[in-house]
């Protein structure tokens, strides 16, 4: 009999317990074990649950069971949860875990950790949810070599952008609507903000390309300064704004990784990635491009993923699984100025004609876009130049008493 | 260094040959282990190739060979590959192939073969080409209970469709540009009339719910006989048609598995799959709908599908993968007329009034389909019956002299 140790018991938690408990029987079979959920770490008491008996408050009673082979760590966040995770490891336990800040910050030493010890240490369910993702990406792509990898890894995000082009609403009244239903929190910055895809980036990139990339080496930008007339001219240009992360290999060798929104058109099979979907892209050398579509987050999604992982390590608890990647080096993910970019842009502008000549000065062969209705303003799409020639020739502009609106990433997919 | 012999230098065969050579490090460092073709099987002589000397026309050569620890099957039919597959597990030595017809008509003995000499079979490959389905099926979705599976199984037939759609053309056009283009086969019944589409839809049954479903117990209908009005009521439904192969249990415990055409809302995942591409709907209690998009077909996609298993059954040469299912059983796959469906329905008729009128009388509430330009005929969708009755309901129609045009079911995903 394996006993596993749940750390933590909020969403996704329970959900685990919920999963494991549903189908159970099939899950035994799965993984040619019998196996049980004998603790449940949290600070709370939960009497009126049918397993409350199983709940502890010290994380050393789980450490120091020798029955306990699969700790799973669900509580999200750094403190307590790296610690946990690292003398579990250590103890020579394998580890599960849904906590995508944890492995974005800490995948390399934790990594290192279960390589010592011989010891599992998987975390499918931390980017896309229940959407399987990094597996086929370790495993079934791996005869590719991996051109680039984009994606929709941020439900709440694109739940607010759906609703802003679908009815139009504010982005303000969006995100009053996502915390409503509640897929958004009461602080929405991890979300809104960009980070929570950050993170996910930097999984994808670590695993599809072997080292490890930090969030602060990736260039991350939000949604918060969409604008109604931004989803307007997106419209008009016959696309519509998705937060889109994204990581490639330059040739020579370097990474270039970034999340931000994005002009992507509608025949991209993204575009059609709505509400709290996520939906990824994999473009390998010889499969051409793959896409994973699914619920990125949720209690049952995630869990459901989080059991598999169990399953998984349950299945190898005598022959380890190979996911490894080097850690971090100085200036292996590049200056993201130093790489191509075409740019939507919107300034303002008493006369667009005026406005036009001088952008097409500064920034060459512009393409200009007319939005019905919007007015006192000039709005273009640059030809591709390196991102941080566009940032100068946007500067001249703003000097030239051309106040820039917005900003957006036109993105081929 | 282990040795690994591939059985037919066709379209496939030579993609794997062009994917190991290509991304050989990085395949070597997935691998763990030294690695090397050490044989090619074909009857022909390709005396121009750089690894001219790598080909043998004697199966017995690989068979007698201790060094070859993986055979790649990729000749396709079953005379002689599963001889060759049966003797090559018989002899302990892995087994990757893209063969669809030989896993849907021999999977189960195939894989009780490997059970018994501890080695991989494994066929990622003969479903969905190189998009990942059988893998994250079989593990990442494992703590799932999978309540449905529906896709676009076959590229050849979603391009002749997709042309059908965007351009207006008939299906012996349609047909006639994707055998110039190499999507068709000179004979093309097996991708047109359904067989392809039906052979993935067994493996996908047989290892979504663990028992082998043969081809002939799964109801198939390929799109020969969709015609260019079927494709204006579709439209003006708001739709597209697809061919779909699905599955799921019932509640009894027994199989619902078809081939068809069938009308999708134009909102659904698998709408906007088009061309040569396959999509594959899964969908789990905890995780919801998960839809898996790429290349289904095609030389370097299949193959590098096929390299995955390779490294895949050269990391497990020592712990088998857990892959394995139930012989077939009488009755386990449901008659289909046994189960609820709605039907698009086309017959002639002077009067279109007088012919629902009919259709109401036999068939209850059925929706009305107008479509502009298409005169003496009427048009409906049924309510959702068993499919037994509404056929019964044609016949009676048929008997009130309205000649049955086309019948397309209706499809909610």
Same mark, same amino acid.
């Given at each position: 009999m394996i006993a596993i140790?749940?750390?933590?018991?909020?969403?996704?938690?329970?959900?685990?317990?919920?999963?494991?408990?549903?189908?159970?029987?099939? =899950?035994?079979?799965?993984?040619?074990?019998?196996?049980?959920?004998?603790?449940?770490?949290?600070?709370?008491?939960?009497?009126?649950?049918?397993?409350h008996d199983k709940f502890v408050k010290d994380f050393e009673v789980i450490l120091n069971d020798p029955d306990v082979r699969v700790v799973v760590e669900v509580m999200g966040g750094l403190d307590p949860a790296f610690d946990f995770v690292l003398r579990s490891l250590k103890a020579g336990k394998n580890v599960v875990t849904s906590n995508k800040e944890l492995v974005a910050v800490h995948g390399a030493e934790l990594l290192a950790a279960a390589h010592e010890t011989n010891v599992n240490f998987l975390f499918e369910a931390s980017v896309g949810g229940g959407i399987p993702i990094l597996r086929p990406l370790s495993q079934c792509l791996s005869a590719n070599r991996i051109v680039e990898i984009a994606g929709i890894l941020n439900g709440t995000t694109?739940? =607010?952008?759906?609703?802003?082009?679908?009815?139009?609403?504010?982005?303000?009244d969006a995100l009053a609507l996502a915390q409503k239903l509640g897929y958004a929190e009461r602080n929405p910055a991890a979300d809104v903000e960009g980070d929570d895809a950050c993170r996910k980036?930097?999984?994808?990139?670590?695993?599809?390309?072997?080292?490890?990339?930090?969030?602060?080496?990736?260039?991350?930008?939000?949604?918060?300064?969409?604008?109604?007339?931004?989803?307007?001219?997106?419209?008009a240009w016959g696309g519509v704004i998705k937060l889109i992360g994204r990581v490639k290999k330059l040739d020579d060798g370097r990474l270039f990784a970034m999340v931000s929104p994005a002009f992507i058109s509608r025949e991209s099979q993204l575009a059609t990635v709505d509400d709290v979907f996520n939906g990824i892209m994999v473009r390998g050398d010889a499969i051409g491009d793959v896409v994973f579509y699914g619920r990125g987050a949720g209690k049952l999604p995630t869990a459901s993923a989080v059991v598999a992982?169990?399953?998984?390590?349950?299945?190898?608890?005598?022959?380890?699984?190979?996911?490894d990647w080097e850690p971090a080096k100085d200036g292996y993910v590049c200056d993201y100025l130093e790489v191509p970019a075409s740019m939507f842009v919107r300034v303002t502008a008493r006369s667009?004609?005026?406005?036009?000549?001088?952008?097409?000065?500064?920034?060459?062969?512009?393409?200009?876009?007319?939005?019905?209705?919007?007015?006192?303003?000039?709005?273009?799409?640059?030809?591709?130049?390196?991102?941080?020639?566009?940032?100068?020739?946007?500067?001249?502009?703003?000097?030239?008493?051309y106040p820039i609106l917005s900003t957006i990433r036109v993105l081929d997919y």
């Amino acid at each position: 009999m394996i006993a596993i140790a749940v750390l933590g018991h909020g969403t996704v938690g329970s959900g685990v317990l919920e999963v494991f408990n549903k189908n159970h029987a099939s =899950i035994i079979e799965k993984a040619g074990e019998e196996m049980e959920i004998k603790y449940i770490l949290d600070r709370r008491e939960f009497p009126d649950l049918p397993y409350h008996d199983k709940f502890v408050k010290d994380f050393e009673v789980i450490l120091n069971d020798p029955d306990v082979r699969v700790v799973v760590e669900v509580m999200g966040g750094l403190d307590p949860a790296f610690d946990f995770v690292l003398r579990s490891l250590k103890a020579g336990k394998n580890v599960v875990t849904s906590n995508k800040e944890l492995v974005a910050v800490h995948g390399a030493e934790l990594l290192a950790a279960a390589h010592e010890t011989n010891v599992n240490f998987l975390f499918e369910a931390s980017v896309g949810g229940g959407i399987p993702i990094l597996r086929p990406l370790s495993q079934c792509l791996s005869a590719n070599r991996i051109v680039e990898i984009a994606g929709i890894l941020n439900g709440t995000t694109n739940f =607010i952008l759906t609703k802003m082009f679908r009815e139009g609403v504010a982005f303000e009244d969006a995100l009053a609507l996502a915390q409503k239903l509640g897929y958004a929190e009461r602080n929405p910055a991890a979300d809104v903000e960009g980070d929570d895809a950050c993170r996910k980036v930097c999984i994808l990139a670590s695993l599809a390309y072997g080292r490890h990339v930090y969030p602060q080496n990736v260039h991350t930008e939000g949604i918060t300064h969409i604008s109604a007339e931004d989803v307007h001219y997106a419209e008009a240009w016959g696309g519509v704004i998705k937060l889109i992360g994204r990581v490639k290999k330059l040739d020579d060798g370097r990474l270039f990784a970034m999340v931000s929104p994005a002009f992507i058109s509608r025949e991209s099979q993204l575009a059609t990635v709505d509400d709290v979907f996520n939906g990824i892209m994999v473009r390998g050398d010889a499969i051409g491009d793959v896409v994973f579509y699914g619920r990125g987050a949720g209690k049952l999604p995630t869990a459901s993923a989080v059991v598999a992982d169990v399953i998984d390590a349950v299945k190898h608890l005598a022959a380890r699984k190979y996911i490894d990647w080097e850690p971090a080096k100085d200036g292996y993910v590049c200056d993201y100025l130093e790489v191509p970019a075409s740019m939507f842009v919107r300034v303002t502008a008493r006369s667009r004609t005026e406005a036009l000549r001088s952008v097409r000065g500064l920034l060459g062969n512009v393409t200009e876009l007319v939005c019905p209705g919007v007015e006192n303003e000039a709005a273009f799409i640059t030809p591709m130049l390196p991102e941080g020639e566009i940032v100068r020739a946007l500067q001249a502009l703003r000097a030239l008493d051309y106040p820039i609106l917005s900003t957006i990433r036109v993105l081929d997919y």
